[in-house]
């Protein structure tokens, strides 16, 4: 059973770190990233990385996040560096698996929460 589940989420002071981490079983996803959301807000992408490490970022993270992937562990992360309050959201870890047709499945995990204070 395919499962993601993220950790290391919590509360930073504006300029500090924090590493999240999303451990995936049951697939080896295509690409993995990490999406996140905030109340009220459309959920939007943060970070990718493919099977091949290839990675993109939003352009409001890059420079500051970093996204690496253990394909070993079958673990993705997100190092978020110089936080800033807009940063604050729920993250969600997504991976992303070819199906039938040359579509991509999506799974999610359930969310961690990201509070950085001003």
């Known amino acids: 059973q395919v499962q993601l589940v993220e950790s290391g989420g919590g509360l930073v002071q504006a300029g500090g770190s924090l590493r999240l981490s999303c451990a995936a079983s049951?697939?080896?996803?295509?690409?993995m990233g990490w999406y996140r959301q905030a109340p009220g807000k459309q959920r939007e992408l943060v970070a990718t990385?493919?099977?091949?490490?290839?990675?993109n970022y939003a352009d409001s993270v890059k420079g500051r996040f970093t996204i690496s992937r253990d394909n070993a562990k079958n673990t993705v992360y997100l190092q978020m560096n110089s936080l800033k309050s807009e940063d604050t959201a729920v993250y969600y870890c997504?991976?992303?698996?070819?199906?039938?047709?040359?579509?991509?499945?999506?799974?999610w995990g359930q969310g961690t929460q990201v509070t950085v204070s001003s």
């Open positions: 990385i493919t099977i091949t490490g290839v990675t």
């Open positions: 997504n991976g992303k698996r070819l199906a039938s047709g040359w579509s991509l499945n999506d799974y």
């Open positions: 049951g697939s080896i996803f295509n690409a």
